[in-house]
Structures are given as structure tokens and as C-alpha cells.
């Protein structure tokens, strides 16, 4: 374990989320041992990605362009507007191909006991991009957890006080709470029953 | 997602071990959002240690340096040669404190099911190593798993037909099985008891 290189790259693997000093040595043995053309390859697509990608001008995602392919985008709806958490969160809505108009990565939620305040999630260019006289509803697609409402009851406190195309304040509205589709209600949790109830349809 | 270089980046990061594609994502972001330093960081350490981490001509452990640190010192009994199955495994024999005598790093151990024989563990080496006429005693320090157990009965079977400085066969031995140190025997588990017991001193 004296081998100088061998201990920066157990110290540099520790940096990503969730690996611990065993699973460094584990991933730095594995690469060494087995796989030093990964080892190279993610070496490459790290330097890559940290010269190449920056955020888009418009939505914040990442992009290895100025205008992300979704913004650039002609036949996406310009009158929705949807605002995700993560890139991930975007992915997902994507792929439930229920959604045709345009994003807003906030890349984070708002979370006081991490620091997460409303200038690190870019509140301000989410009012510029909502204010744009084209958007006329703005869909809040946060996670239901404590810091994804909180989140989303600021964001629509100020959007709501943005003005749409026609004059009248824009329509922000939040994802449906309910019973998941593929469930069978006797193991649903009681608080999504709840809520289905309440909202439903 | 669209983004090709964070795209790259993601499968890059699966080829890690233990790293599924969810995960994968949250280190690239994690990355590309908050440690742009720790990413180009890492990118150095991989570059640096596939260029210059090779194994060392005597023990087989990574090493900067043709001859590792604990094979170049002089202070180290030649007499004594002790089998682990990784460099993880090495230090912990370190710092037990326990262990004055030189290595021979496996960097595995047998797994006919994974494909991992007898040349891939280089025994060869290992046989050549322990019978350079200064090495009185092997001591097999294998893991007490079946894989383990069989690679400890493989090695012990080929070393034992080796003569050690004096023209006696080489002593072979191997990790004592007992009670955990600082264990109630209440809940030790009843292999390791029955072990204890026969193993009694």
C-alpha cells in the first residue's frame, strides 16, 4: 500500500458520492488488475466532460452546447414549461413521453441544513425563463419529499406573480399525488391514499 | 442527456465495480455540478497510475518501483514468506503489527467458476519465490472462504514438495481459526466455535 500512486488514486476515487475507503481500494484493485483500459477510458471521459460540458443558457442542464438539444428544439411547445430537479428527473419525464413542451433544471433543491439556498438553484433565471411572454404554465415537477415541497411552494410563490403572454399571471401547477400505476391498494402507504382521495378525479 | 460527453462519462463510470447505471449518474452530476476539481483530480490519478503502477518483480504486489518497499527492506525476515490474496489484505497483516517477514501477493485466489486458475494467480512465481533457498516457512494467509480454503490446499499441496535451505521440506501452515479477539461466545457462530475448540492450545 506504499505505492504513491496507487494511494492518490484510492484518495481521488474517495471524492465520488458514496465510496468509502474500502470500495476505493476495491474499485483502484479492480482497475488495476483487470480493467486499466476502463481505467484510461474514464480517465479520458473525465477530462473530456470537466473542458467540454457547461450548463444551457436557457434550462441549466448539462451541455456540451450552448443551447442544450431540448431548447433547440423548434417542436417543443414553447407555452409549457416544466421545472425538474436533476438531469435524471428530466430523463425520466422524457422517457414517459407524456410531455412535449420545454425545461428548467434548478440542478438541486432548496435545502437550508446543506446550504441550498435560492440563489444556488438559479431562482432568478427561472423567473427570466418563465417571464419570456411565451410560457403560459409552469409544471413543478419536484420530488414529494420535505425539500421538494418547500422547494416548489417558493418557486410558485414567485412564479405566480410573473405575468403570462396575455396579461393574466402564469398558471403553475404541481405533478398529480396518487396511487402508482401496477399497485394494488392494500400495499399502498396510507399518506398516498390519502392523498388520491383527495384529489380524486 | 443528450449530452454525448456527460453520455460517455456515465458508461465510463459503470465500468467501475459495484456501479450501476443509477449510481453512475449521481457521481457524474455530482462531479460535473459540485467537485469539477475532484473530477480532474481523479482523471490524473487514473492516467498516472495506469502509466506507472506495475507489479513488483518479487511479491507480485502494485508498485511504483520494479522492487516494492517491503521486498527492498533489509530488515524484513527472509525466512518467513507470507501468502495474502490482495495488497488490502497485505496491509491489514501490517497493522496487526504482528508480522516481520516478506510477501507474496496472490492478487486473488482460485475460482474455477470465474475462470481464475492456477496460472492467473501466477504459482509459478510463488513457487519460485519459496524455494530461494532462504525461506523456511510459508504461511498461507488466505481468506476462510470456500474459495480460500481451496487455493490454501492447491498451494499448500505444491509447496510442501519444495526444500527449504537446510534440504527439509518447506513448513507450510496457516492462519489459526478461532474466537474473533474481544467476541462473547454467546454469539460467535458455531463453525468458528467448533474450530476453536479443536484447534485448542
Same mark, same amino acid.
Given at each position: 500500500? $506504499?505505492?504513491?500512486?496507487?494511494?492518490?488514486?484510492?484518495?481521488?476515487?474517495?471524492? &465520488?458520492?458514496?465510496?468509502?475507503?474500502?470500495?476505493?481500494?476495491?474499485?483502484?484493485?479492480?482497475?488495476? *488488475?483487470?480493467?486499466?483500459?476502463?481505467?484510461?477510458?474514464? $480517465?479520458?471521459? &473525465?477530462?473530456?466532460?470537466?473542458?467540454? =460540458?457547461?450548463?444551457?443558457?436557457?434550462? /441549466? #442542464?448539462?451541455?456540451?452546447?450552448?443551447?442544450?438539444?431540448?431548447?433547440? +428544439?423548434?417542436?417543443?411547445?414553447?407555452?409549457?414549461?416544466?421545472?425538474?430537479?436533476?438531469?435524471?428527473? *428530466?430523463?425520466?419525464?422524457?422517457?414517459?413521453?407524456?410531455?412535449?413542451?420545454?425545461?428548467?433544471?434548478?440542478?438541486?433543491?432548496?435545502?437550508?441544513?446543506?446550504?441550498?439556498?435560492?440563489? +444556488?438553484?438559479?431562482? *432568478?433565471?427561472?423567473?427570466?425563463?418563465?417571464?419570456?411572454?411565451?410560457?403560459?404554465?409552469?409544471?413543478?415537477? &419536484?420530488?414529494?419529499?420535505?425539500?421538494? +415541497?418547500?422547494?416548489? /411552494? =417558493?418557486?410558485?410563490? $414567485?412564479?405566480?406573480?410573473?405575468?403570462?403572454?396575455?396579461? #393574466?399571471? &402564469?398558471? =403553475?401547477?404541481?405533478?398529480?399525488?396518487? =396511487?402508482?400505476?401496477?399497485?394494488?391498494?392494500?400495499?399502498?402507504?396510507?399518506?398516498?391514499?390519502? /392523498?388520491?382521495?383527495?384529489?380524486?378525479?
Amino acid at each position: 500500500m $506504499a505505492t504513491s500512486h496507487l494511494a492518490t488514486l484510492i484518495e481521488a476515487l474517495r471524492r &465520488l458520492p458514496g465510496v468509502g475507503v474500502k470500495s476505493a481500494q476495491r474499485m483502484a484493485f479492480h482497475l488495476l *488488475q483487470h480493467d486499466r483500459e476502463g481505467a484510461s477510458r474514464l $480517465a479520458q471521459a &473525465l477530462a473530456a466532460a470537466v473542458e467540454h =460540458v457547461r450548463h444551457c443558457e436557457r434550462c /441549466h #442542464t448539462f451541455s456540451d452546447t450552448p443551447l442544450c438539444d431540448t431548447c433547440a +428544439d423548434p417542436s417543443r411547445d414553447a407555452r409549457q414549461l416544466c421545472v425538474v430537479e436533476t438531469p435524471a428527473d *428530466q430523463a425520466a419525464l422524457e422517457r414517459s413521453g407524456g410531455y412535449k413542451g420545454q425545461y428548467f433544471v434548478l440542478m438541486g433543491r432548496l435545502s437550508p441544513l446543506d446550504g441550498i439556498g435560492t440563489r +444556488d438553484l438559479g431562482v *432568478q433565471a427561472l423567473m427570466r425563463r418563465a417571464g419570456d411572454g411565451q410560457v403560459q404554465e409552469v409544471i413543478l415537477a &419536484l420530488s414529494f419529499t420535505a425539500e421538494g +415541497d418547500v422547494t416548489a /411552494h =417558493v418557486l410558485s410563490q $414567485a412564479l405566480r406573480a410573473i405575468q403570462g403572454p396575455d396579461g #393574466t399571471p &402564469l398558471q =403553475v401547477t404541481r405533478l398529480a399525488r396518487g =396511487v402508482p400505476a401496477g399497485s394494488e391498494l392494500e400495499y399502498v402507504d396510507l399518506s398516498t391514499i390519502a /392523498h388520491a382521495l383527495v384529489d380524486r378525479r
